[in-house]
């Protein structure tokens, strides 16, 4: 339900204020999300708490960010949006390998420390990627 509300709320954010301006302050958002994750797993109010804002920043990405593809992308945008979907069932298919080797590497505590940086990593390529577009 999270993710749907995410999905929902971002598209019409993004008509409103523009794509690139609510993917990249979604995954800023995401990435402080999961840095405070781990400091409230001991509770289970923080714990349901933390899978909603993470579900619902989560499902935010995809309709702002399939919107920049297609504006990026032109008249081949057809092509360009069945790439950029394949590309994302490539990365959740990698993303279990990545979070095994996380979770062997520093354990499931620090799990989404390990996470924090490589989405505000992708929320600076993006604002790098798209920063000639308007809005």
């Not at 993004?14 to 400091?39: F, M, N």
């Not at 092509?79 to 080797?101: D, I, K, P």
Request: aromatic share 4%; no cysteine.
């Amino acid at each position: 339900m999270a993710g749907t509300a995410g999905n929902l709320t971002a598209g019409r954010l993004a008509d409103r204020y523009g794509p690139r301006r609510v993917v990249v302050t979604v995954i800023l958002s995401l990435a402080v999300a999961l840095v405070l994750t781990p400091l409230g797993r001991d509770a289970l109010a923080a714990a349901v708490a933390a899978v909603v804002v993470i579900g619902f920043l989560s499902f935010s990405v995809t309709a702002p960010q399939q919107h920049l593809v297609i504006t990026m992308a032109g008249p081949g945008a057809g092509t360009v949006t069945a790439l950029h979907q394949s590309a994302l069932y490539l990365a959740v298919s990698l993303s279990g390998a990545a979070g095994a080797l996380g979770l062997e590497w520093q354990g499931p505590a620090r799990l989404p420390w390990l996470a924090a940086p490589l989405a505000a990593a992708a929320a600076a390529l993006t604002a790098v990627a798209t920063r000639r577009l308007p809005r």
